[in-house]
């Protein structure tokens, strides 16, 4: 616990209106942020492995959608990195 422990008194207070020895945040690396995960599971349970799968296809999509429109408009915006071919994810 002395290791993780963060001592962010601003934090963890003593007048809040529970019980203050139940506060895990304080014992954790993340501090507070340890159900995280929680976001992510919450996710997948709403869109399954179907939906997550297509929700990942879209943004790599819009992700070559944007490269292309950025090499289309140099001298204005130029790449930092060359693709040297357009990533297909299907395959």
């Not at 599971?41 to 943004?59: S, V």
């Not at 790599?60 to 408009?73: A, G, M, P, T, V």
Request: aromatic share 14%; net charge positive; with cysteine.
């Amino acid at each position: 616990m002395r290791a993780n422990q963060m001592l962010a008194g601003y934090l963890f207070q003593p007048d809040k209106h529970y019980e203050t020895s139940l506060d895990t945040g304080d014992k954790t690396i993340q501090c507070g942020r340890h159900v995280d995960i929680l976001k992510l599971w919450l996710g997948w349970k709403a869109r399954g492995n179907h939906g997550y799968a297509e929700h990942i296809e879209t943004l790599l999509d819009r992700s070559n959608f944007f490269y292309e429109i950025i090499s289309k408009r140099q001298p204005y915006f130029q790449m930092v990195m060359k693709v040297k071919e357009k990533i297909d994810f299907n395959h």
